[in-house]
């Protein structure tokens, strides 16, 4: 199966924790993308990234939120003391190129108790 | 303002019937405008895409319709199945740089068998 890969699919945490959410991307895609996705909501981007670099995170808020995706190895999203509020989908997309269309993965629910 | 609005917010259609959902972007700055479909507990899936300089695609069932002037675009599915019930999501994808996509908020349909 050459899909977009997430682990853990759910993931609970409690006030205070560190959540750390793994994206690895379809087969051939070097392009990563993270977003949000609030219950009853839509898709907010959060940020994207290629092998070892981030070339847009004007979604990630400016604390606690950091992504990296290294040379070798899946794509991480990490949110250091978690609160409530960030219960949510955590949904990754990989792409073949920046102009190529974004295929999403399964996401991750994180909630936070 | 990058910003997609997209209505309704849900949709009951009976089988056989034609659902159609409305979207509308509100600056110039976007080249690609993917529809995804979402069931419960899954991520968005690529439903079908269509750019600019096209005022209509069609695939099976599925067709956009694309008014450049108007800044507006619309799903419509034919002979709408039980099985289309889902969330739909339209998007667009901003020209350049971050390639990232704004979502709309998503419509809600459910088919009556």
């Given at each position: 199966n050459a899909g977009v890969m997430q682990n853990p699919r759910h993931l609970v945490r409690r006030r205070g924790q560190e959540a750390r959410l793994r994206c690895s991307p379809m087969k051939g895609h070097s392009h990563v993308y993270w977003y949000r996705q609030l219950p009853e909501e839509g898709l907010k981007f959060m940020v994207y990234l290629q092998k070892e670099n981030?070339?847009?995170?004007?979604?990630?808020?400016?604390?606690r939120f950091s992504a990296e995706f290294p040379k070798e190895g899946p794509s991480i999203l990490r949110i250091q003391q978690?609160?409530?509020?960030?219960s949510a989908a955590y949904f990754c997309a990989s792409s073949s190129g920046g102009k190529e269309t974004q295929y999403f993965g399964p996401g991750t629910r994180l909630l936070v108790l | 303002q990058q910003q997609v609005k997209q209505s309704p917010q849900s949709l009951i259609v009976q089988k056989g019937g034609i659902s159609i959902i409305n979207c509308a972007y509100?600056?110039?700055?976007?080249d690609y405008f993917p529809w995804y479909q979402q069931f419960p507990g899954k991520g968005p899936a690529l439903l079908i895409a269509i750019r600019p300089d096209v005022s209509e695609k069609k695939e099976g069932r599925f067709t956009i319709s694309f008014n450049k002037s108007a800044k507006q675009f619309s799903l419509h599915i034919m002979d709408s199945q039980p099985g289309d019930s889902a969330t739909y999501f339209c998007a667009a994808k901003v020209v350049s740089g971050t390639y990232k996509y704004i979502f709309g908020t998503g419509t809600r349909l459910k088919v009556l068998a």
């Open positions: 981030i070339i847009d995170e004007s979604g990630m808020p400016k604390e978690v609160v409530r509020g960030d | 509100e600056n110039t700055a976007f």
